[in-house]
């Protein structure tokens, strides 16, 4: 059984794998939702926000129809709304920096409940003891929680073997510390990669220089784009999208994605160049 471990995010896109992850595992154990995550992985496109928060009618019916992940139109709308909901934020501040800049951790829990979809008090604790950020002493949170939580309980009491105390925050100090005195035997990414734990890896962890807080990455492109994207997707979905050169009715995914990003530089979003074709 693989019990979630704590890591410091590196990417938006963790954030947003995270938070996916606390709303489909419900009723899962550990290991069947680690069973379907490459899955998740794939029809979610690596969460990459932008790409998900451009996701229209088309693209639920896409992942509602494969087999590997848990079906819930509910939650994978709500994946989609989650990505937009991240990219709103990070207009203004990065994740890491909206989730140290509330007094209290009830008035953060309280905030994530509002601004992300199927996110509940487990689910906000689970999201920010996952990204490393300091939540309260397990003990006494429980008892403002109704029912029993086990696998929380469990996930809290692995990270103590390994050396965390879930009231600090994560540093690269500790993290290292954890990593070197009682290495996991398989480090898995928010996303899902897996790789195995060495020395080296420990080493490399312990002389990795980590900025105080995780700064996402910066998003690829603007909200504006982001819109462009979704309605060549939905009309990709209706089969009303047309190529431009030929006139011929679009199928293809990434080239519904090119149009509208190319419709995006036309209008002066934020958009980055197309690749170079290379010269044979």
Do not use: C
Not at 177 to 184: E, G, I, S
Not at 186 to 202: D, I, Q, W
Not at 235 to 254: C, F, I, P, Q, Y
């Amino acid at each position: 059984m693989i019990v979630p471990e704590r890591a410091a995010p590196t990417r938006l896109g963790d954030y947003l794998a995270i938070i996916t992850r606390a709303g489909f595992q419900a009723g899962l154990s550990w290991a069947a939702i680690d069973a379907q995550w490459d899955a998740f992985v794939r029809v979610f496109e690596d969460f990459d926000p932008t790409l998900v928060a451009a996701y229209g009618e088309g693209d639920v019916e896409r992942i509602m129809a494969d087999g590997g992940i848990v079906r819930s139109r509910k939650k994978i709308v709500a994946t989609i709304a989650n990505a937009r909901a991240l990219l709103d934020l990070e207009a203004t501040v990065t994740m890491a920096g909206y989730l140290r800049s509330f007094a209290t951790y009830g008035e953060l829990e309280k905030d994530l409940r509002a601004r992300f979809k199927f996110l509940g008090a487990l689910s906000a604790y689970y999201l920010v003891f996952r990204v490393g950020e300091a939540v309260p002493r397990f003990e006494a949170w429980e008892t403002t929680i109704d029912g029993d939580h086990p696998r929380m309980r469990e996930m809290v009491a692995h990270a103590r073997e390994r050396g965390y105390d879930e009231t600090v925050a994560l540093t690269a100090e500790n993290e290292a510390m954890a990593n070197a005195t009682h290495p996991p035997h398989t480090a898995v990414s928010a996303t899902g990669a897996k790789k195995s734990s060495t020395k080296k890896s420990a080493a490399k962890t312990a002389t990795a220089k980590r900025a105080p807080s995780a700064t996402p990455e910066k998003r690829k492109y603007g909200r504006g784009a982001s819109a462009d994207v979704g309605r060549a997707l939905d009309e990709m979905a209706h089969g009303t999208l047309r190529s431009g050169g030929s006139g011929e009715k679009v199928t293809d995914r990434k080239q519904a994605i090119a149009i509208g990003l190319s419709e995006a530089r036309r209008e002066g979003e934020n958009v980055p160049p197309p690749p170079k074709k290379k010269h044979s």
